[in-house]
């Protein structure tokens, strides 16, 4: 009895130190998961802290340390995680949570597993060619993700739910790869693919000069506006899935939906300079779209964010199932969107 007491009493606390990660890193998440049921808040903090714990375990001293000094925590993380998969004891302040969601609906460890290889990749390699390459990490960083957090939400027919979630991930990531260019940049990395670099005359000096700087020049602008609108259109394939899930889970994932989408808007505003400040959705427009969120009737499907797209064509690469490869996304052809004159920065946000 007194074990099941300090077992219980432990799994609070994982779940608490979830939530506590959550509210700190990821506040426009954090404040989208509040409009869902009470009891299932803290299954999406445990997703939540468990990504975000290994993200930073690759992050920590990216230079001042070798490879294979980083590589050490993360197998170590990762043999923790696998042990506790398999009904090992694990004496760690966050797994017994993740441990205990995936349980609790049945998740796919085939899920995480292609998470950790994802974030296993952010050791070694520093930028990708193509968007096909790109969407290859992108499968377990981010578009697993979605899959993860359809249990929780819940959906009627949860096959159909599955791609628009999967876009959703992918939408959301690459909106981070977008507002982050400098930030990553400063790791040593350029998630934004070497072909559209190429293709706008681009280089990684010119994003270093850009963060140096604090301005983007036009060619740099151009090319954020061109992934804005790639990114515009994951979101497009999303949008159909907010509607299928259950209705009393819509409310969280259109806030998330709109808030983090904002981002774009807040990109498109600044000229498409993401190196003048770092594009934040102001505190009032995130509570505003909660609340919007919350008195949208369920069923309604959300409106893609961002400016209108300047040029049609589809730039989202699809996959039916896990197991395929992934495909090349089309060219975008030619003119790119057209990128209006910067607006001069604001306070920083």
């Known amino acids: 009895m007194e074990g099941e007491v300090v077992m219980r009493d432990g799994l609070s606390r994982a779940y608490a130190r979830c939530e506590e990660l959550h509210r700190r890193h990821g506040r426009t998440y954090y404040l989208a998961t509040r409009l869902l049921p009470a009891w299932k808040r803290r299954h999406v903090h445990a997703l939540y802290g468990f990504t975000r714990y290994t993200d930073d375990i ?16 993360l197998a170590a993380w990762a043999d923790r995680f696998t042990a506790g998969l398999h009904g090992a004891a694990v004496a760690d302040p966050l797994l017994p949570a993740v441990l205990h969601t995936i349980a609790v609906f049945d998740l796919d460890p085939a899920d995480f597993a292609s998470f950790l290889r994802s974030m296993a990749m952010d050791l070694t390699h520093t930028g990708y060619d193509r968007y096909a390459d790109l969407l290859d990490y992108m499968e377990g960083s981010a578009a697993v993700i979605g899959t993860l957090m359809l249990p929780i939400l819940g959906a009627a027919d949860r096959a159909a739910a599955r791609e628009p979630a999967r ?3 992918l939408a959301f990531q690459l909106t981070n790869f977008i507002r982050d260019v400098a930030e990553d940049l400063h790791r040593g990395r350029v998630y934004l693919p070497q072909e559209d670099l190429d293709r706008f005359g681009v280089t990684r000096a010119d994003l270093a000069e850009a963060a140096a700087r604090r301005v983007a020049p036009g060619r740099v602008r151009r090319l954020i506006a061109y992934e804005v609108r790639r990114a515009q259109q994951h979101y497009a394939a999303a949008a159909p899935g907010v509607a299928r899930l259950e209705p009393a889970a819509q409310a969280c994932v259109r806030a998330a939906f709109h808030l983090y989408g904002g981002i774009l808007d807040e990109v498109a505003a600044a000229g498409y300079d993401v190196f003048a400040r770092r594009a934040t959705v102001p505190a009032w427009r995130r509570a505003a779209g909660a609340l919007r969120s919350l008195a949208t009737a369920p069923g309604a499907v959300p409106a893609v964010p961002g400016p209108p797209p300047a040029v049609p064509g589809p730039l989202v690469a699809r996959r039916g199932c ?21 607006v001069p920065p604001g306070p920083a946000r």
Not at 58 to 73: F, K, L, N, W
């Open 167 to 169: 876009q959703l991930g």
């Open 322 to 342: 896990r197991s395929a490869p992934p495909r090349p996304a089309p060219a975008m052809p030619d003119p790119a969107p057209a990128v209006p004159a910067p």
């Open 58 to 73: 690759v992050d920590a001293g990216v230079s001042g340390r070798t490879v294979a000094e980083r590589a050490a925590p």
